[in-house]
């Protein structure tokens, strides 16, 4: 077993990495001090995952929303379900299914050690019949039929739908009535045995506990395995946008929008330092203390809802704007104005300090939170990267590689205005 020690002089932090011989990679950040410990057990499978690697390199396709049904299967078993165990040990469980990963997890303040025991058991021991998948095709339609009423989560879909004419990153978490028909116990096992191989996995702990205490419990509960870190296809995508405007009527008080500007790229990902000088470009041009802002609240076409997000993860990226508006039309009309007046005046370089400062600054501050550095260092390891990296990158971005980022994005030909109108 490799233990590595991860240091950041800077800011008087280490966390540990573990090469455990089952062939799974451990993450422990202890923080002396604190009450509560977080775990995290992820994979590197989500709802983009559409297609599996066969023995012989071939891709074969699976049913979307495969991800996020599995996820919601991994938690029974023949006995007490997941869920009930933790609720014996007083620990918080959850677990999530995003485009890029799925990741099982919990938060407590005791029995730090038969909670991880849990998280690892049940993890790794899936349970599926066709009586129960079936059952489970029920309780998910409902789920995806329930979503279809959630304006926040309309508007983004409708927008990625208008936007993207191949990548499943269209398509709901969750999938589709149709598509989840296909789903059977055989489907399961099968992404199960590819994408929930250990060596496609992480385990991320910070908080109150130590290294010796997660090696103990993962001696004694992982099962090796071999295997390698799944492989994922590039799909082809044209340039351009489907539609530059889609609208769909809800029950909704104000009307809700999100404006996205599609990007094209050579390469399937963005690096950590093309993602942070877009955030500092983003919150330049439309942060709370920004000019856009300002007059946008001023106008009385935002609220404080408002927002920006890059939206980015493996062949596919994009800059969503959203919030609610009385005239998401006027609103998309003035993003795009600034980004125009952006381009003619250049980027101030006071501003672009300050903002690198205030953004530093932010993930400084998350350090701090033993959720968002156990998740990060998740996002971190899949990235091949450490928690620390975007710290040192911070460091090396210039007001002439925000130049050259607004050169190269947020053209307004593959724009997507997505509304949700309130009914009448």
């Not at 996020?68 to 620990?91: I, N, Q």
């Not at 995806?144 to 936007?163: A, G, H, Q, S």
């Not at 000088?277 to 009385?300: A, H, N, P, Q, V």
Request: net charge negative; charged share 25%; hydrophobic share 40%.
């Amino acid at each position: 077993m490799k233990i590595s020690e991860i240091r950041n002089e800077q800011l008087n932090d280490v966390y540990f990495d573990i090469d455990h011989p089952s062939g799974l990679k451990i993450l422990v950040m202890p923080k002396a001090g604190y009450e509560s410990t977080y775990a995290i057990f992820a994979t590197k499978y989500g709802s983009i995952d559409t297609m599996i690697q066969l023995e012989d390199g071939s891709f074969k396709q699976i049913p979307e929303g495969t991800a996020h049904f599995l996820e919601h299967k991994l938690f029974e078993s023949e006995d007490l379900d997941a869920f009930e165990r933790f609720a014996k040990t007083g620990a918080s469980a959850n677990a999530y299914t995003s485009f890029d990963r799925t990741g099982y997890l919990f938060s407590c303040s005791a029995n730090f050690k038969k909670n991880l025991e849990i998280l690892l058991d049940f993890v790794q021991n899936p349970y599926f019949t066709q009586a129960t998948v079936e059952k489970e095709q029920g309780i998910i339609g409902q789920e995806i039929d329930m979503y279809k009423d959630v304006p926040d989560w309309e508007v983004m879909f409708n927008c990625l739908r208008t936007m993207y004419h191949n990548l499943p990153v269209r398509i709901d978490i969750a999938g589709t009535q149709e598509s989840i028909a296909q789903i059977s116990a055989d489907v399961l096992y099968g992404c199960y045995k590819n994408f929930y191989n250990l060596n496609n996995m992480v385990l991320a702990v910070a908080g109150n506990t130590t290294v010796e205490d997660v090696i103990e419990v993962a001696d004694a509960v992982l099962k090796p395995v071999e295997g390698k870190m799944a492989q994922r296809k590039i799909i082809d995508e044209p340039k351009e946008v489907i539609s530059d405007y889609c609208e769909e009527t809800l029950s909704v008080a104000t009307p809700q929008f999100m404006l996205g500007f599609k990007e094209h790229w050579d390469t399937p990902e963005r690096t950590t330092k093309e993602e942070i000088t877009m955030e500092i470009l983003m919150d330049m041009l439309s942060g709370s203390s920004s000019e856009l802002y300002r007059r946008l609240f001023d106008m009385k076409l935002i609220n404080s809802g408002f927002g920006a997000e890059y939206f980015t993860g493996f062949n596919y990226s994009c800059v969503l704007f959203s919030g609610e508006s009385a005239d998401p039309k006027a609103v998309a009309d003035e993003i795009k104005k600034e980004i125009r007046k952006f381009r003619e005046n250049g980027i101030d370089e006071k501003t672009f300090e300050r903002t690198k400062k205030k953004l530093y600054g932010r993930m400084i501050m998350g350090m701090n939170d033993v959720d968002n550095i156990a998740n990060n260092m998740v996002v971190s390891y899949f990235a091949d990267e450490t928690i620390f990296t975007d710290f040192e990158i911070y460091k090396t971005v210039t007001v002439d590689d925000v130049k050259d980022m607004l050169s190269k994005t947020l053209d307004e030909n593959y724009s997507v205005l997505s509304v949700i109108k309130p009914s009448k």
